[in-house]
């Protein structure tokens, strides 16, 4: 098998405020797209031809291929998928357009995996030759059952359940298909039969609903379980911020020593404890204090009293200076974080924090953080704020008091925002606002202020 297929197509609506202006699957971890991540790791375990199915807003899934001209992207009209729009759908329109005799492997493309997991995957499906083979990894007590679930034995698929209450496994997103797996993909119902009584599965053609009914017609699909604990679906915006960290903490594991590019400069002031990746141009200027490991890209720089803890990553170009400090984040290409300011959590490319801001969350492209903004983190209840993601409920594990910044939005100085709130690409929050609300894609909100003016002068003032 060296032909795979990443499915790129869906609207990915419960990352807002993060997907209206690109597709999900170019959302950025540690500053490459999740698609090119993934694409990257599937040439390594030996997938010669490798193809994206695009759709929705697919020229960010583009563009994150701008330097690779060897992945074909396939682009098949609705009208010529079999049924409603789903991942069965995709699978069948992009298989269709890359025959193979020996298969294909299917993933979706807004997944972090290891290479040993896809490598885990593609052995079992050329070892034993079934009529397809999934990825499968343990679900934990503690998250919510919104995935696709399954059950195996001995290596084996034998149950798929949508949402279950009380299966232990998941299904990760990635399929191994044989040709004669490809009549389950026509027969697609076209919706998620498989779910628990009382369910209400979407009308969306599931490639999971396939596998059911291979299953449920006796036939043998295989499982691979992921190879290493790093596998997250990013869905929903805190997963961004969970992606970018434990991406970062098994990267910095991996080295076995500091790499610094011959042009690259650290001061002699700067006092440094953990890994330190320093490309083309990178500075650790005079004073800075970094701990726990600090990667830094070409013509990035870190200087002027820095301090940096926890671990983090600065992008290409962009600049940390005059005594911020960053804690366990990632910082995007071309972005700065200046005097005074303190961020912790992810920026896009091109965001400002210009000078005296405390931030923690997702901070979209381009984003302009006003002087003074503050995000509350800490609720006088200590719980974790609730969520409502297309109308559903729901309390993150991770990031769940963060704010989450959308594309080119603004705050004005002395803006505050309530833990957990989300501000929609291209909206102001404005001067001395406190944020309590998700506040809506394209909207500006303002302080309405109740101004008195009297008379004063010596006379009142007593003498």
């Known amino acids: 098998m060296t032909t795979a297929i990443i499915l790129a197509a869906g609207a990915g609506a419960k990352v807002w405020p993060f997907s209206e202006v690109r597709n999900k699957c170019a959302l950025p971890v540690l500053n490459v797209p999740l698609v090119r991540r993934l694409a990257d790791g599937l040439r390594r375990v030996g997938f010669r031809e490798v193809a ?20 074909r992207f396939l682009e098949p009209p609705r009208t010529a998928w079999p049924h409603c729009a789903g991942t069965a759908g995709a699978a069948l329109a992009g298989v269709r357009e890359l025959p193979s005799d020996d298969g294909w492997l299917v993933v979706s493309g807004d997944l972090v995996l290891g290479d040993d997991s896809l490598r885990a995957l593609k052995q079992r499906f050329e070892h034993a030759r079934p009529l397809a083979a999934a990825l499968v990894h343990p679900l934990g007590t503690d998250q919510p059952q919104d995935w696709l679930c399954c059950e195996t034995r001995d290596d084996r698929l034998t149950a798929v359940e949508g949402h279950s209450r009380d299966f232990g496994q998941r299904l990760c997103g990635a399929y191994a298909l044989s040709p004669r797996a490809l009549r389950y993909l026509e027969c697609n119902p076209g919706l998620f039969r498989h779910v628990p009584v009382g369910g209400m599965p979407p009308l969306e053609a599931e490639l999971a609903e396939s596998l059911a009914m291979m299953v449920d017609a006796g036939e043998e699909v295989l499982t691979a379980p992921t190879a290493s604990p790093l596998f997250i679906d990013v869905d929903k915006p805190w997963h961004i911020l969970e992606a970018n960290r434990r991406l970062f903490d098994e990267q910095i594991a991996q080295l076995d020593g500091d790499q610094i590019a011959a042009t ?200």
């Open 52 to 71: 994206v199915v695009v759709g929705h807003q697919a020229a960010s899934v583009k563009a994150a291929f701008v330097d690779d001209p060897g992945v």
């Open 264 to 463: 690259a400069r650290v001061a002699e002031s700067a006092e440094i404890s953990g890994r330190v990746v320093l490309g083309k141009g990178a500075v650790i200027g005079p004073r800075c204090v970094v701990e726990g490991g600090l990667m830094i890209a070409e013509g990035g720089q870190v200087t002027n009293g820095v301090i940096v803890r926890g671990g983090c990553v600065v992008g290409r170009g962009a600049l940390v200076r005059d005594y911020a400090q960053v804690a366990g984040a990632v910082i995007g290409a071309r972005c700065v974080v200046g005097h005074g300011a303190e961020f912790s959590g992810v920026m896009f490319d091109g965001a400002y924090l210009y000078h005296y801001c405390e931030v923690f969350g997702v901070v979209g492209e381009s984003v302009d953080i006003g002087a003074a903004t503050v995000c509350g983190t800490l609720r006088f209840d200590d719980q974790n704020t609730q969520h409502l993601i297309r109308g559903r409920r729901e309390t993150p594990m991770v990031g769940a008091n963060a704010t989450y910044f959308g594309d080119f939005s603004r705050t004005g100085v002395n803006a505050v925002t309530m833990p957990g709130v989300k501000i929609g690409a291209r909206s102001i929050v404005g001067a001395g606002v406190v944020l309590y609300e998700d506040l809506p894609s394209g909207k500006i909100i303002t302080v309405k202020q109740d101004l008195q003016v009297k008379d004063w002068g010596p006379a009142r003032h007593g003498w």
